[in-house]
């Protein structure tokens, strides 16, 4: 089951590289793509940064089971199917600031927008027979 390989990846989210970037009280508010970018890419050693880091776990594990669980209940297409192992946490983390960076527009996204934005292209779907 999907879901249970995504939790199973949960507890690595703290070993996510750090940008070295500093967190803001305003990021927590969380009204950007770039905002959940900045919090995910933390230093831990950073006055917010373990709470910033936790915030982006917490963020992620959140979506994406609900997510994940809205498309094994409903038909239709999904927006993403992860490869079985599937990636560690601190490894989509880290490669969701690198996507989120690369295009100033996907920063501007809303956080949810530009989270599932980020996984349909990194982890499409095989094309339905």
Known sequence: MRVKNWAAAAGLALLIPSTGGAVTEANFDLKSAADLAALCSAAADNGMGTAALNFCEGYFQGAVTVEMLNMATFRGPKL??????????????????????????????????GLFGFLRERYPCPPSR
């Open 80 to 113: 993403f199917c992860l490869p079985n192992p599937p990636p560690t946490r601190a490894e989509t983390m880290s490669d969701f600031v690198t996507w989120a960076r690369a295009v100033p527009d996907r920063t501007t996204q809303s956080p949810t927008d």
